[in-house]
C-alpha cells in the first residue's frame, strides 16, 4: 500500500459521508460508495469521487473496505461480503472486532470517537481515533491511515473501546439530557434559553483544566439541603422533572461524600 | 450619580472578588470592602482599592452597596445595615428581593449567571446579570451599573430569576455531575478522561446552534434497547452507576417519546 489508499465505504450515512470526506480531503481515493439506498449513494460518490451501487461487488483493487453502516447491520454486511483477501473495518464504538470471525481474515476495527449528527462539516485532527486490526500488518495500515486524518490516534481492543464508549455515553449524551431538560424547564417559564451558554461555556472550560469533579459547584455540591428543598417545593407542579431532580441530587450528595470521605 | 459608581461590598470571597475586580477594570470606585476575615478584605482592598474591615460603618458617599455574602447570611447582613438612605443589592440567584423589607428603602438584586468557583480570571462582559430593584429610579442605577460590565443585561423578578437559577442548575451542575460520572469510569478503566474533550466540544458547539434536544444522540434518544441492556451488563459490578445509567436511559426514552408524539 502506498501511503495514500484506495478505499470502499458501505454505507453513506452521516458517519460514512463524514468519514469518507476527511479521507478523501487527505489525499486518499474512493473507490466505491455502497448503500442500500442508490440516491445516497450517488450524491456521496457526487462529493468524493468513485463508482457507486446498491448491490455491486466489491472492487478487489480497495486497499480497505470500511463498514459505516449502523451497529445492527454489520454481521449482516459481513456475511454477505465474506472475503479472505481484503482488509475490512467497522468504525462502531461497541461492536466487538469478533463481529469479522471466522468470515474475514484481514479486519480491524476504526472507531471515531464523535457524535455525527447533523450535516456539520468536523475537522477530525482532533476527534480521537480508537484503532484494533487483526494482526500486526493490518494495524500498520490502519494506523497510517487514521494519523493521515487526526492527531489523537489510540490503539484499543473491544473491551476497552466499549468501556470507553459507555463512559462517552454518561458524559456526553446524559449531560446533553439534562442541558436539554434544563432548556425544556426555561422555555416553559418563557426564558431565553441562550441564557446559559456562558455557564456551559464557562463548564467546559474548566471541566477541560481541573475535570468535572473539581469544577463542580451548585446546591448539591454544597450539600444545601435548604436550596434543594426549596427547588423540589418549585417543581411541585412537574412532577417528572421533580423525581429527576431529586434523584440526580441525591446521587451528587452521596458522589462526594464517598469521594470526601 | 456621575456614569461611574463609588461602590461597597460587603463579602470578599469568590463572588465578592469577580464582581470588584469587574467593577474596577470598568472605572468604578471601590469605597469599602467588609468582610468577616479581615486578612481576605486586606487582600482584595489591595486589588480593588478602598479601606477595609470587619465592622466598619458603611461609608455614605457610597452610590450602591453590593452584598456578596453566601445566600445564608444575607438575612443577617440586612438586619445588621439596616439603612433608609443608600441602594442595597444582594448578587443572589435564588433569595427573594423580599429579604430587603421592611430595612431597606432602596435595595434590588444584582444576579450574574456564572459559577465562581477557582480563582480564575472572567470576562464579564458576556455573563447576563439579572436585574430587579424598588424602583424605577434605582432600576436605573444598577441598569447603568450592570451595563457598564456586560453585554447581557436582563431585567427579571424574584419568581422569574429562582426558575432561571433552577433551570441553570439542572443544565449546568448536574451536566457536570454526569460528565464527572463518566470521568470517573474511564479513569477507573485506565482511560484518559481527555478523550472526551473533542466531543464534549462538540455537544456544546451542536447545543448552542440547535437546542440540546435537537443536538441528543446515543443509544437511549434512538430508543436502542439491545445497547442499552448492553450497557447494563457491563455495569454490573458496579450496581451504583448501573442504577443510574438505568434511570436517566429510561428518562431519555420517556423524554422523546413524549415530545415525538
Same mark, same amino acid.
Given at each position: 500500500?502506498?501511503?495514500? $489508499?484506495?478505499?470502499?465505504?458501505?454505507?453513506?450515512?452521516?458517519?460514512?459521508?463524514? =468519514?469518507?470526506? !476527511?479521507?478523501?480531503?487527505?489525499?486518499?481515493?474512493?473507490?466505491?460508495?455502497?448503500?442500500?439506498?442508490?440516491?445516497?449513494?450517488?450524491i456521496?460518490?457526487?462529493?468524493?469521487?468513485? +463508482?457507486?451501487?446498491v448491490? =455491486?461487488e466489491?472492487?478487489?483493487?480497495?486497499? =480497505?473496505?470500511? =463498514?459505516?453502516?449502523?451497529?445492527? +447491520?454489520?454481521?449482516?454486511?459481513?456475511?454477505?461480503?465474506?472475503?479472505?483477501?481484503?482488509?475490512?473495518?467497522?468504525?462502531?464504538? +461497541?461492536?466487538?472486532?469478533?463481529?469479522?470471525?471466522?468470515?474475514?481474515?484481514?479486519?480491524?476495527?476504526f472507531?471515531?470517537?464523535?457524535?455525527?449528527? !447533523?450535516?456539520?462539516?468536523?475537522?477530525?485532527?482532533?476527534?480521537?481515533?480508537?484503532?484494533?486490526?487483526?494482526?500486526? !500488518?493490518?494495524?500498520?495500515?490502519l494506523?497510517?491511515?487514521?494519523?493521515?486524518?487526526?492527531?489523537?490516534?489510540?490503539?484499543?481492543?473491544?473491551?476497552?473501546?466499549?468501556? $470507553?464508549?459507555?463512559?462517552?455515553?454518561?458524559?456526553?449524551?446524559? +449531560?446533553?439530557?439534562f442541558?436539554?431538560?434544563?432548556?425544556?424547564?426555561?422555555?416553559?417559564?418563557?426564558?431565553?434559553?441562550?441564557?446559559?451558554?456562558?455557564?456551559?461555556?464557562?463548564?467546559?472550560?474548566?471541566i477541560?483544566?481541573?475535570?468535572?469533579?473539581?469544577?463542580?459547584?451548585?446546591? !448539591?455540591?454544597?450539600?444545601?439541603?435548604?436550596?434543594?428543598?426549596?427547588?423540589?417545593?418549585?417543581?411541585?407542579?412537574?412532577?417528572?422533572?421533580?423525581?429527576?431532580?431529586?434523584?440526580?441530587?441525591?446521587?451528587?450528595?452521596?458522589?462526594?461524600?464517598?469521594?470526601?470521605?
Amino acid at each position: 500500500m502506498n501511503s495514500y $489508499c484506495n478505499f470502499v465505504i458501505v454505507g453513506a450515512g452521516n458517519l460514512g459521508t463524514r =468519514i469518507s470526506i !476527511a479521507l478523501k480531503d487527505t489525499g486518499h481515493t474512493a473507490l466505491q460508495i455502497i448503500n442500500p439506498n442508490k440516491e445516497k449513494a450517488r450524491i456521496l460518490s457526487e462529493k468524493v469521487g468513485g +463508482s457507486y451501487g446498491v448491490d =455491486i461487488e466489491i472492487n478487489n483493487k480497495a486497499d =480497505i473496505v470500511f =463498514i459505516a453502516t449502523n451497529d445492527d +447491520s454489520i454481521p449482516d454486511v459481513v456475511k454477505k461480503y465474506k472475503n479472505k483477501d481484503l482488509l475490512f473495518v467497522h468504525l462502531s464504538g +461497541s461492536t466487538s472486532m469478533s463481529v469479522f470471525n471466522p468470515d474475514m481474515e484481514n479486519y480491524g476495527v476504526f472507531y471515531p470517537l464523535q457524535s455525527f449528527t !447533523a450535516d456539520v462539516d468536523l475537522d477530525f485532527k482532533n476527534i480521537p481515533i480508537l484503532l484494533e486490526a487483526s494482526s500486526a !500488518a493490518n494495524y500498520k495500515i490502519l494506523e497510517s491511515i487514521a494519523c493521515s486524518i487526526s492527531e489523537k490516534v489510540f490503539k484499543m481492543d473491544s473491551d476497552k473501546r466499549l468501556k $470507553c464508549h459507555l463512559g462517552a455515553i454518561i458524559a456526553a449524551n446524559f +449531560s446533553n439530557h439534562f442541558i436539554a431538560l434544563g432548556e425544556k424547564y426555561l422555555k416553559e417559564n418563557e426564558l431565553p434559553v441562550e441564557i446559559l451558554h456562558p455557564l456551559l461555556d464557562e463548564m467546559i472550560s474548566k471541566i477541560k483544566k481541573h475535570g468535572a469533579e473539581k469544577a463542580m459547584t451548585g446546591p !448539591a455540591r454544597r450539600n444545601d439541603l435548604i436550596s434543594i428543598q426549596k427547588h423540589i417545593e418549585i417543581l411541585k407542579d412537574k412532577p417528572d422533572l421533580q423525581k429527576i431532580y431529586t434523584f440526580v441530587s441525591d446521587n451528587i450528595i452521596n458522589f462526594y461524600r464517598k469521594s470526601n470521605s
